[in-house]
Protein backbone atom coordinates (compact mmCIF):
# COMPACT_ATOMS: atom_id res chain seq x y z
CA UNK A 1 0.00 0.00 0.00
CA UNK A 2 2.42 2.38 0.43
CA UNK A 3 4.60 2.27 -2.45
CA UNK A 4 0.71 3.20 -4.42
CA UNK A 5 0.43 6.08 -1.46
CA UNK A 6 4.13 7.14 -3.41
CA UNK A 7 3.93 6.49 -6.82
CA UNK A 8 0.60 8.26 -6.80
CA UNK A 9 2.45 11.39 -5.44
CA UNK A 10 4.35 11.46 -8.05
CA UNK A 11 1.88 11.62 -10.59
CA UNK A 12 -0.16 13.86 -8.83
CA UNK A 13 3.04 16.24 -8.77
CA UNK A 14 3.04 15.83 -12.50
CA UNK A 15 -0.53 16.70 -12.68
CA UNK A 16 -0.64 19.56 -10.33
CA UNK A 17 2.64 21.04 -12.08
CA UNK A 18 1.02 20.55 -15.43
CA UNK A 19 -2.34 23.29 -13.81
CA UNK A 20 0.37 25.79 -12.74
CA UNK A 21 2.46 25.66 -16.37
CA UNK A 22 -0.83 25.41 -18.86
CA UNK A 23 -1.58 29.20 -17.61
CA UNK A 24 1.43 30.41 -19.60
CA UNK A 25 0.42 28.95 -22.57
CA UNK A 26 -3.44 30.59 -22.35
CA UNK A 27 -4.79 27.34 -21.06
CA UNK A 28 -7.18 26.86 -17.91
CA UNK A 29 -6.69 30.32 -16.50
CA UNK A 30 -6.25 30.85 -12.95
CA UNK A 31 -9.40 33.59 -11.63
CA UNK A 32 -8.88 36.74 -9.75
CA UNK A 33 -10.61 36.39 -7.02
CA UNK A 34 -10.04 40.11 -6.04
CA UNK A 35 -12.47 41.04 -9.15
CA UNK A 36 -14.84 43.86 -7.99
CA UNK A 37 -17.67 42.30 -10.16
CA UNK A 38 -17.42 38.81 -8.47
CA UNK A 39 -20.74 38.06 -6.00
CA UNK A 40 -19.97 36.92 -2.89
CA UNK A 41 -20.47 33.43 -3.79
CA UNK A 42 -17.89 33.65 -6.70
CA UNK A 43 -15.35 35.09 -4.43
CA UNK A 44 -15.86 32.30 -1.70
CA UNK A 45 -15.43 29.43 -4.99
CA UNK A 46 -12.23 31.00 -5.58
CA UNK A 47 -10.87 31.64 -2.30
CA UNK A 48 -12.05 27.91 -1.45
CA UNK A 49 -9.71 26.76 -4.38
CA UNK A 50 -6.71 28.95 -3.76
CA UNK A 51 -6.73 27.06 -0.56
CA UNK A 52 -7.06 23.89 -1.37
CA UNK A 53 -4.33 24.51 -4.31
CA UNK A 54 -2.36 25.79 -1.63
CA UNK A 55 -3.45 23.00 0.38
CA UNK A 56 -1.74 20.29 -2.25
CA UNK A 57 1.32 22.27 -2.77
CA UNK A 58 2.14 21.79 1.22
CA UNK A 59 1.12 17.93 0.79
CA UNK A 60 3.04 17.39 -2.13
CA UNK A 61 6.27 19.70 -1.12
CA UNK A 62 6.11 17.65 1.83
CA UNK A 63 5.91 14.24 0.11
CA UNK A 64 8.90 14.91 -1.79
CA UNK A 65 10.84 16.21 1.23
CA UNK A 66 10.13 12.84 2.83
CA UNK A 67 10.91 10.75 -0.15
CA UNK A 68 14.04 12.86 -0.84
CA UNK A 69 15.29 14.73 1.80
CA UNK A 70 17.08 14.55 5.07
CA UNK A 71 16.27 12.40 7.62
CA UNK A 72 16.22 15.30 10.26
CA UNK A 73 13.21 16.65 8.38
CA UNK A 74 11.38 13.19 8.07
CA UNK A 75 9.50 13.28 11.19
CA UNK A 76 7.92 17.14 11.08
CA UNK A 77 7.43 16.29 7.45
CA UNK A 78 5.68 13.17 8.02
CA UNK A 79 3.44 15.49 10.29
CA UNK A 80 2.65 18.16 8.28
CA UNK A 81 1.58 15.72 5.67
CA UNK A 82 -0.30 13.53 7.88
CA UNK A 83 -2.30 16.80 8.76
CA UNK A 84 -2.70 17.49 5.25
CA UNK A 85 -5.81 15.10 5.40
CA UNK A 86 -8.15 17.40 6.98
CA UNK A 87 -7.66 19.97 4.67
CA UNK A 88 -8.49 17.52 1.99
CA UNK A 89 -11.88 16.66 3.88
CA UNK A 90 -13.08 19.82 4.02
CA UNK A 91 -13.10 20.78 0.60
CA UNK A 92 -14.63 17.43 -0.47
CA UNK A 93 -17.17 18.66 2.18
CA UNK A 94 -17.39 22.23 0.74
CA UNK A 95 -17.74 21.27 -2.76
CA UNK A 96 -19.75 18.14 -2.60
CA UNK A 97 -22.36 20.83 -0.49
CA UNK A 98 -21.79 23.77 -3.14
CA UNK A 99 -22.63 21.02 -5.69
CA UNK A 100 -26.10 20.44 -4.27
CA UNK A 101 -26.59 23.72 -3.09
CA UNK A 102 -26.26 24.64 -7.29
CA UNK A 103 -28.16 21.81 -8.48
CA UNK A 104 -31.04 21.98 -6.05
CA UNK A 105 -31.26 25.96 -6.49
CA UNK A 106 -29.95 28.30 -9.87
CA UNK A 107 -27.59 25.53 -11.84
CA UNK A 108 -30.32 22.67 -12.25
CA UNK A 109 -28.65 19.64 -14.38
CA UNK A 110 -25.24 20.48 -12.99
CA UNK A 111 -24.91 17.42 -11.87
CA UNK A 112 -25.47 15.23 -14.58
CA UNK A 113 -23.51 17.92 -17.10
CA UNK A 114 -20.63 16.84 -14.67
CA UNK A 115 -21.10 13.25 -15.25
CA UNK A 116 -21.61 13.86 -19.22
CA UNK A 117 -19.06 16.17 -19.32
CA UNK A 118 -21.31 18.71 -21.40
CA UNK A 119 -21.01 21.74 -21.30
CA UNK A 120 -24.32 23.56 -22.64
CA UNK A 121 -27.03 23.97 -19.90
CA UNK A 122 -29.58 21.43 -21.94
Same mark, same amino acid.
Given at each position: ??????????????????????? &???????????? $?? @???? =???? $???? &????????????????? =???? #? =? &? #?????????????????????? @??????????????????? @?????? #??
Amino acid at each position: MWNWHIYLGYVLTGLFSLRFILP &LFGHMKFQNPFG $KT @LSIK =EKFQ $KWTY &LIFYFGVVISLITGLII =EFGS #K =E &L #KKPMEDIHVFGIYYLIGFIVIH @LAGVFIAEFTNQKGIISRI @LSGSKN #KN
